[in-house]
């Protein structure tokens, strides 16, 4: 356990150098990061005035109270999510086990049963009830019942279905669909992986020619765009790297570049991380820009990178832990994108997950924490893949990889159906 640097590296003389020149030329964007960054230099500044000893909270009860309360009842607010509902129960039980908080079983076995409902006929999970199954939800609702990771939650998971239903959205190129006659984009090779990985489903033909799918997605920034040719983005970055490390072709990806890419995205002043080049901060990329770190970490060891610091990620962890702490809490309960917008449960899920990469380097052998703020800011770790709990992880692999992975129900036709295509 390090101890904390105190003053706070923003509360450092330095600190200031590190805003943004806009080199005389004034342009929408320089108006509008100028903006937010003196919305942080306020936050920075009201906390200094009220806090005579610089020791960050998380406000580890009022996120509770309005986690709990978001199991059971959600606002009119969220109606537009009415087609994301297992997003909501990932979301909500993930951000209580970064807490450590339990989930009472009565809640945990509704929560199981709703999510049943949520399943297809034909497969797979769809955003509410009697809806069309997608990939997206597939993924939130297979994590959402490994974080439950009781028999009841195992065995609501249809594997033959599932897989049924993977191959009914994979293309003749290796990317996957959304949704049968939906779009292709990067997030749907990782839903794919890490369902098919989690649940021991993985056949030969399902990831055929995915990898050289998602490399194609790597462009000349070094990050990864949704489909071949886009901008580099940060959650799609995620996804694809965290695809190619479960299907074990990380070496593929110009991991270098990408590198280079991803650590750009911390912002010098603000400490959090932007999605994309010459965008602002935003909460949400504590985990889809931070969280690809431990994956580079581990995929730079594998290639024999003899450098690699056994402490420490490739960013400034004590940089995101102040932006998180300082700049994303309600002081109601809930996280938040950056000053002045309001909380929500993907932001909560989010600059949690974030927090907790910033704490923890490396894994039970080579463990090292570095704890901004009071000791009881420590947040449970996280897998880097799946961004659920790692023994939760490891109990849903001892539960499902002891089952035979389901013959699939056409494969070779599947297969055939493909080639025909192509
Ligand atoms: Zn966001």
Request: hydrophobic residues 35%; glycine residues 8%.
């Amino acid at each position: 356990m390090e101890t904390v640097p105190t003053p706070l590296r923003c509360f450092s003389e330095s600190h200031a150098a590190e805003k943004f020149t806009d080199d005389g030329v004034e342009t929408v964007t320089s108006v509008e990061q100028k903006k937010v960054e003196r919305s942080i230099r306020e936050v920075i500044s009201v906390y200094k005035q009220i806090q005579s000893l610089p020791q960050p909270t998380l406000l580890r009860d009022q996120h509770y109270q309005y986690l709990k309360k978001g199991l059971r009842h959600l606002s009119d607010a969220y109606e537009c999510l009415d087609a994301s509902r297992p997003w909501l129960c990932y979301w909500i039980l993930h951000s209580l086990e970064l807490l450590e908080e339990p989930v009472p079983v009565a809640i945990a076995s509704d929560v199981c049963q709703f999510l049943a409902r949520c399943q297809s006929p034909t497969g797979g999970f769809a955003g509410g009830p009697s809806q069309q199954a997608h990939l997206a939800p597939t993924y939130a609702a297979v994590n959402a019942l490994c974080i439950i990771g009781t028999k009841e939650a195992y065995s609501i998971i249809n594997r033959e279905k599932l897989l049924a239903f993977l191959f009914s959205v994979k293309q003749p190129d290796g990317s996957f669909v959304m949704h049968v006659g939906g779009e292709v984009d990067v997030r749907s090779a990782y839903c794919a992986a890490s369902v098919a990985s989690l649940t021991n489903i993985m056949t030969p033909s399902l990831f055929q020619d995915t990898p050289t799918w998602i490399v194609s997605c790597q462009n000349w920034e070094g990050g990864l765009g949704g489909v071949p040719g886009l901008e580099a983005h940060g959650g799609y970055t995620f996804c694809g790297t965290a695809a190619m490390v479960i299907l074990g072709k990380e070496f593929m990806l110009d991991l270098k570049a990408l590198l280079r890419w991803v650590t750009s995205r911390q912002m010098r002043f603000e400490g959090g991380f932007q999605g994309r080049c010459n965008k602002l901060v935003d909460g949400c990329y504590s985990f889809w820009q931070a969280g690809l770190l431990p994956l580079l970490h581990r995929a730079l060891f594998k290639e024999g990178e003899s450098t690699l610091s056994l402490e420490k990620w490739m960013f400034e962890q004590q940089a995101l832990q102040e932006y998180i702490l300082l700049c994303c809490q309600n002081p109601a309960g809930g996280l938040l994108d950056k000053p002045g917008k309001s909380r929500d449960f993907y932001h909560t899920c989010y600059c949690l997950s974030g927090l907790s990469v910033a704490q923890h380097f490396g894994n039970m052998d080579l463990h090292h924490q570095l704890v901004i703020g009071r000791e009881e800011n420590r947040l449970a770790p996280s897998h880097p893949v799946y961004n659920i709990c790692p023994e939760k992880v490891a109990r849903a692999i001892q539960h499902f990889h002891p089952l035979p992975v389901p013959e699939p129900e056409d494969g070779s036709s599947v297969s055939n159906a493909s080639a025909d295509q192509s």
